[in-house]
């Protein structure tokens, strides 16, 4: 026991996106600006449904968590991710990577509850109508966001204590940018292979179900559809297909990477650039460009600075 302690890993070193210095460099000036673009497109969600007094309602309170959330998620991981395309030596403490390991899984985590929450928002809004103002009303939504934080972070807890109760020794080196449970495990001085079967049972199972219950819905929102007015359905499809192309954008990789136990593909860190990057920035550009009250809102919010 003397003798692990003494050579416990203190630190990680990131082998990061490329080991080519001229595409570090390249990879820096657009990731910093989806990066900027991410933080500004999402405030300016928030700001405009917060300062909107007619998006006061459950759809547009759970589409201001999620750009909170999406702000919180690509923070976690890019910040640390533009330091190393500038850095020859990426290096991260044993300590903080296990504080990003834990704020990733809670953050992802609270994402995929929020969005099935959206999912069944829009079922009963869509399917019973009349029943909507009692079933979502405020005290719900809150209390939904309320249960999805604390399922993210029961979620992550979990994750975070398979991970730190496994001997780490030896090797330091993380074939990623950022610190996850996966390629993290991979370094302890054991076996893993059934702290990889529990990590399948909690990520894996948690973004598979969540999935299957978002494609039901959908679902059973388009068989519904067929008794609406034609102008009723243009409305739904409009909404739901904004919807549908965020959970497909973020749980494809979610079920790609977490559902496959001790295994590691070439494409792994492609994919992960995928959801800690690029799908932060799309989630307010596709429910904003496909949104015509939150557009018109962010007018008025900007009209009235000018005025003032």
């Known amino acids: 026991m003397g003798a692990l302690n003494q050579t416990r890993v203190t630190e990680f070193v990131f082998?990061?996106?490329?080991?080519?210095?001229?595409?570090?460099?390249?990879f820096f000036i657009p990731f910093t600006v989806t990066y900027v673009l991410t933080l500004l497109g999402n405030v300016l969600i928030v700001v405009t449904i917060v300062f909107t007094p007619r998006l006061h309602n459950p759809m547009y309170f759970f589409l201001s968590n999620l750009s909170f959330i999406d702000i919180c998620h690509s923070s976690v991981t890019v910040p640390k991710m533009l330091e190393g395309l500038l850095l020859e030596r990426k290096t991260i403490s044993f300590d903080n990577c296990i504080a990003q390991l834990f704020f990733l899984h809670l953050f992802a985590c609270a994402e995929i509850f929020l969005l099935t929450i959206m999912a069944y928002d829009r079922y009963?809004?869509?399917?019973?109508?009349?029943?909507?103002?009692?079933?979502?009303?405020?005290?719900?939504c809150v209390q939904l966001v309320f249960a999805l934080w604390l399922g993210g972070t029961v979620h992550s807890l979990v994750q975070t204590f398979l991970t730190i109760r496994l001997p780490y020794c030896g090797p330091n080196t993380i074939?990623?940018?950022?610190?996850?449970?996966?390629?993290?495990?991979?370094?302890?001085?054991?076996?893993t292979y059934l702290t990889g079967i529990l990590i399948v049972s909690n990520s894996g199972t948690i973004s598979l179900v969540c999935f299957?219950?978002?494609?039901?819905?959908?679902?059973?929102?388009?068989?519904?559809l067929r008794k609406q007015s034609a102008e009723g359905r243009r409305k739904a499809l409009s909404t739901c297909s904004a919807h549908f192309m965020v959970v497909a954008l973020?749980?494809?990789?979610?079920?790609?990477?977490?559902?496959?136990?001790?295994?590691?593909?070439?494409?792994?860190?492609?994919?992960?650039?995928f959801y800690t990057v690029v799908t932060p920035?799309?989630?307010p550009l596709i429910y904003t460009l496909r949104n015509e009250e939150v557009k018109t809102s962010m007018k008025h919010l900007r009209q009235r600075r000018i005025c003032s």
């Open 281 to 283: 920035l799309l989630n």
């Open 175 to 191: 074939d990623s940018y950022f610190c996850d449970v996966p390629p993290v495990i991979k370094l302890a001085c054991t076996d």
């Open 250 to 273: 973020f749980f494809g990789p979610c079920i790609f990477i977490y559902t496959r136990p001790d295994t590691s593909f070439s494409i792994d860190k492609v994919v992960s650039v």
């Open 124 to 140: 009963v809004a869509i399917c019973i109508p009349l029943h909507y103002p009692n079933v979502m009303n405020m005290k719900v």
């Open 15 to 26: 082998l990061g996106l490329t080991d080519n210095w001229v595409l570090e460099i390249l």
């Open 212 to 224: 299957l219950a978002l494609v039901t819905s959908y679902t059973v929102i388009l068989f519904s």
